[in-house]
């Protein structure tokens, strides 16, 4: 899995771009839905095309975004892509035909396997989750129950039969410490810039952020300051982090601004594209993007500020 996740156009910028996704081209995008509703066909289903999701005549409706960023994002190319849709297609069918695994697994099962999840306010409707935490603004943090071909987002009335909130989320992060770093690189570049990313194929790898502490001691061997680190989780699959410590934090700071930028465009599972400070478990948002203003920048309160200041010394950020 690549670090910077943005991929070329395949059939050069001149192309027309399909209105819903733009990374594909209109033939593209067309030769996409035709997979889609191939492959559900395949499956006995006959669907109905939208721009962004297909719908069948029980009115049951099946999001495209995903699917379509995951193909965007495959190294291979458009020849991958009948295998990756008939997949992807037959997963959703098995785990909206089977019954529930809240009704077929016990409590201590369930227990077993849940996994508190970090997602982006975009594609997330939070009005059956209202125990849902908000680690920072635009971000929400719910609990999952992890399943062979699913993650199961769980919501007021799935938990309520299973035990307290606060002992569910405790099971939680303890299961998630318990999980393994599929993956770990180091970013570097001039001036001492440096970061590291937690990367794989778990669901649960941005999640990692609410288990910071753990997962710079695992990777790095390193304990937090006080000062706490700058961390970035553009989508699912990536967890950026730069353990405060001197200066260096400055260059890391931009540098970790254009990384998750970048990542978070085009992704599956897309997060945020903004850098936070983490600090005693608390995030504040240090960067924004404006489309049609200054573009990517840097927005820091008094206590960074303060922060920044003395790391240089006091000579000013």
Do not use: C
Not at 23 to 29: K, L, P
Not at 31 to 39: D, H, I, S
Not at 206 to 225: H, I, N
Not at 229 to 247: C, E, G, N, S, Y
């Amino acid at each position: 899995m690549g670090l910077f996740r943005r991929k070329p156009k395949r059939d050069g910028r001149e192309a027309p771009r399909d209105p819903e996704f733009a990374y594909f081209s209109v033939d593209e995008g067309a030769r996409f839905r035709a997979l889609v509703r191939e492959a559900f066909a395949e499956q006995g289903l006959e669907v109905l095309l939208h721009p962004d999701m297909v719908s069948d005549n029980s009115g049951r409706q099946f999001g495209l975004a995903n699917l379509a960023a995951v193909l965007h994002n495959d190294d291979r190319g458009p020849r991958a892509w009948p295998e990756l849709v008939r997949r992807h297609v037959g997963m959703v069918l098995r785990t909206m035909d089977a019954p529930s695994a809240l009704d077929t697994l016990s409590t201590e099962q369930i227990r077993s396997q849940l996994y508190p999840r970090v997602l982006g306010s975009e594609g997330f409707d939070p009005e059956n989750f209202d125990y849902a935490r908000s680690p920072a603004p635009g971000l929400y943090e719910i609990i999952a129950l992890d399943l062979p071909e699913s993650v199961m987002m769980l919501t007021d009335d799935a938990l309520e039969p299973l035990g307290s909130l606060r002992y569910l989320r405790e099971q939680a992060l303890y299961n998630l410490r318990g999980l393994p770093v599929e993956g770990h690189e180091s970013v570097k570049g001039d001036a001492g810039m440096r970061f590291e990313v937690i990367l794989g194929d778990s669901f649960y790898t941005a999640s990692r952020v609410l288990t910071l502490e753990s997962v710079v001691r695992e990777t790095t061997g390193e304990e937090l300051t006080p000062d706490g680190a700058l961390v970035a989780i553009p989508f699912r699959h990536q967890l950026a982090f730069h353990v405060i410590k001197d200066a260096g934090a400055i260059p890391a700071l931009n540098a970790m601004a254009a990384f998750a930028a970048t990542g978070y465009v085009d992704t599956p599972g897309a997060i945020s594209p903004f850098v936070y400070w983490w600090r005693a478990g608390t995030l504040t948002q240090l960067s924004a993007y404006e489309e049609d203003g200054e573009g990517l920048r840097i927005v820091v309160g008094d206590d960074f500020q303060e922060l920044l200041e003395r790391l240089r010394g006091g000579g000013g950020a």
